[in-house]
């Protein structure tokens, strides 16, 4: 049986795709708590010559302006491909609750894969971690953005 994408995986994803087609690796990240959504992004990095610029990092930064506070307790960040170790960061000073991601990411992941940042001593703040929301779709996006490039 299969199951309704959630509604902020199915953003992120659109996201993602909307980023392929400006030459950007096709990333998304939708920041909510329950149904609302209060922040968004896709990968900026060519866009703003910025290579922190990452989905996760611009959402963010985004709901923390939005909401007019740097910790972010008690919301969900939704992304389409596994965070690298700079995002994982991130989640973490930002206090997300619950973090859900599409595409597992075996060569620059930092949640389930490399340097499993969250499973560290040293981490001092651990969301509740769902992966595979949505993986179909965003390793395909993925591997076709990828492959126009070869």
Not at 5 to 12: D, E, G, Q
Request: charged share 20%.
């Amino acid at each position: 049986m299969a199951f309704p994408m959630p509604l902020p995986m199915r953003r992120a994803l659109d996201l993602a795709a909307a980023a392929a087609v400006q030459g950007e690796v096709p990333v998304g990240a939708v920041i909510a708590r329950g149904d609302e959504i209060v922040a968004t992004s896709a990968n900026m990095m060519l866009a703003g010559n910025d290579p922190t610029a990452h989905a996760e990092i611009v959402a963010i930064r985004r709901a923390a302006e939005s909401l007019g506070q740097s910790r972010l307790d008690g919301f969900d960040l939704w992304v389409t491909l596994e965070p690298c170790a700079m995002c994982a960061g991130a989640i973490a000073h930002a206090r997300i609750a619950r973090l859900y991601y599409a595409a597992d990411d075996p060569k620059g992941g930092a949640v389930a894969h490399g340097p499993r940042f969250f499973q560290q001593p040293t981490c001092h703040h651990r969301p509740e971690v769902y992966p595979g929301i949505g993986a179909e779709e965003a390793a395909g996006q993925l591997r076709g953005f990828f492959a126009e490039r070869r």
